[in-house]
């Protein structure tokens, strides 16, 4: 019997010792909760581009500030639709007004979302207009280049190696332009056609 009492006891005192006994044991610290998972931050810029759809108006050189941030290099925004989609929206309500001070950034900003949109005859369209005001902006020659080289590529694929060269010839001289007028940028001395594969592994 001695060895059963013995066990007992044993088992007793060890059960006191991680929190098995029958005190109440003391809840944890509060720094020893685990926190609650913080939800995705909300910017300014999200929140004023929501504002700017559902009635506070913002003038031509707001719409171009906010989209130049949102739009910059290596952006997020790329890869959510519903807020190109919002930009669109804003840009396209900023192009209606009279002031034409901010008409080449817009224009820009534009054809870089329907460039992203894969809606290439929107954006050399846009980007076309945007090169007319302001011949000297490098990320215009920039994404003009982009655009020249997918449809040097969609031509190679079809079979049109003639048109595909054209292509690829306005492509080498906008990436050029973009290179001369800002040539710190380390985008702009990539190869072009090596930008065009990384964005088709999107």
Same mark, same amino acid.
């Given at each position: 019997?001695?060895?059963?009492?013995?066990?007992? &006891?044993?088992? *007793?005192l &060890?059960?006191?010792?991680?929190?098995?006994?029958?005190?109440?044991?003391?809840?944890?610290?509060?720094?020893?909760?685990?926190? !609650?998972?913080?939800?995705?931050?909300?910017?300014? %810029?999200?929140?004023?581009?929501?504002?700017?759809?559902?009635?506070?108006?913002?003038?031509?050189?707001?719409?171009? %500030?906010?989209?130049?941030?949102?739009?910059?290099?290596? *952006?997020?925004?790329f /890869? %959510?639709q519903?807020?190109?989609?919002?930009?669109? &929206?804003?840009?396209?309500? !900023?192009?209606?007004?009279?002031?034409?001070?901010?008409? *080449?950034?817009?224009?820009? /900003?534009?054809?870089?979302?329907?460039?992203?949109?894969?809606?290439? =005859?929107?954006?050399?369209?846009?980007?076309?207009?945007? /090169?007319?005001?302001?011949p000297?902006?490098?990320?215009?020659?920039?994404?003009? +280049?982009?655009?020249? +080289?997918?449809?040097?590529?969609?031509?190679? =694929?079809?079979?049109?190696?003639? +048109?595909?060269?054209?292509?690829?010839k306005?492509?080498?001289?906008?990436?050029?332009?973009?290179?001369?007028?800002?040539?710190? /940028?380390?985008?702009?001395?990539? %190869? &072009?056609k090596?930008i065009?594969?990384q964005?088709?592994?999107?």
């Open positions: 019997m001695r060895p059963i009492v013995a066990a007992w &006891l044993a088992l *007793s &060890l059960g006191g010792t991680v929190g098995c006994s029958m005190t109440p044991e003391a809840p944890p610290p509060e720094s020893a909760a685990v926190p !609650a998972e913080p939800s995705p931050p909300v910017t300014s %810029d999200s929140i004023r581009l929501k504002d700017a759809l559902t009635g506070r108006e913002m003038s031509p050189a707001e719409v171009a %500030d906010l989209t130049d941030r949102l739009l910059a290099d290596g *952006s997020k925004t /890869n %959510d519903q807020t190109m989609a919002r930009l669109e &929206l804003v840009i396209l309500k !900023a192009l209606k007004t009279p002031d034409k001070t901010h008409r *080449s950034v817009l224009w820009r /900003n534009l054809g870089i979302i329907h460039y992203h949109q894969q809606k290439y =005859k929107q954006a050399e369209h846009d980007l076309q207009s945007a /090169n007319e005001l302001n000297k902006n490098p990320r215009t020659h920039f994404y003009l +280049a982009c655009l020249f +080289a997918h449809k040097g590529r969609i031509y190679e =694929k079809s079979g049109k190696t003639r +048109a595909s060269r054209q292509q690829y306005r492509a080498a001289i906008e990436i050029e332009l973009a290179r001369k007028l800002e040539p710190s /940028n380390a985008l702009y001395k990539q %190869d &072009l090596q065009i594969q964005e088709n592994g999107k």
